[in-house]
């Protein structure tokens, strides 16, 4: 089983939850956005954030995998150039 991390955990046992709802009330929170105003707007607002992190995750990945083809690409041309791949 993987060991989640302390955000993760703190999501699970809805100790972030209640921070995001009972925080900053009184307009804009930390993050300087303004304050949830219910439960659900918490929960969705926590829910487009990881949605946010993984899509980003992906994107490196892609991006990662384009410069590793690139390379392979460049790596041969150089290769038949020299005369070693033939």
Do not use: F
């Not at 809805?14 to 009330?25: E, I, P, W």
């Amino acid at each position: 089983m993987t060991r989640d991390s302390p955000s993760r955990r703190r999501m699970r046992d809805g100790s972030r939850l209640r921070d995001a709802v009972s925080g900053s009330r009184s307009g804009i929170s930390r993050s300087g956005e303004p304050a949830p105003r219910s439960t659900y707007e918490a929960v969705t607002r926590q829910m487009v954030r990881s949605l946010r992190g993984e899509v980003r995750d992906i994107k490196h990945r892609i991006n990662q995998l384009i410069t590793l083809i690139i390379a392979a690409i460049l790596l041969e041309v150089l290769m038949r150039l020299i005369g070693v791949g033939i």
